[in-house]
């Protein structure tokens, strides 16, 4: 069974950093997307950040320049490193999964997620 824990959330000024970490196991092989979904209050949940099983990223135009999604394989875990924080970055941060070679746009094209984990950034 394939299962995703986030960690790293918290509070920020803006103009900061944090890094967020997720931890996949249980997975087996054969082709995975991962990536980083966000929801803030009242709001849709939305895509921050996917990585597939090639290593291409894709990122929302809200975060380019200042997010960046990464890999580890041999920890089997999935990094979002976000700078230059906004108070409009606010919201419960997920990580989610999917079996395929593409990465979907839409959340509700995953299966697997995370417990999320909160951003605060205060202006």
């Known amino acids: 069974q394939v299962r995703l824990v986030e960690s790293g959330g918290g509070s920020v000024q803006a103009g900061g950093s944090l890094r967020l970490s997720c931890k996949l196991s249980?997975?087996?092989?054969?082709?995975?997307?991962m990536g980083w979904f966000r929801q803030g209050s009242g709001k849709e949940r939305e895509r921050v950040a996917t990585?597939?099983?090639?290593?291409?990223?894709a990122y929302s135009d809200p975060v380019k320049g200042r997010f960046t999604v990464s890999k580890d394989n041999a920890e089997n875990r999935l990094y979002l490193q976000m700078t230059g924080l906004r108070p409009e970055d606010t919201a419960v941060y997920y990580c989610?999964?999917?079996?395929?070679?593409?990465?979907?746009?839409?959340?509700?094209?995953?299966?697997?997620w995370g417990q999320g984990t909160q951003v605060t950034v205060s202006s």
């Open positions: 990585l597939n099983g090639y290593g291409e990223t």
């Open positions: 989610a999964g999917r079996f395929s070679r593409f990465c979907a746009v839409d959340y509700s094209d995953y299966v697997y």
């Open positions: 249980g997975y087996t092989g054969g082709a995975f997307c």
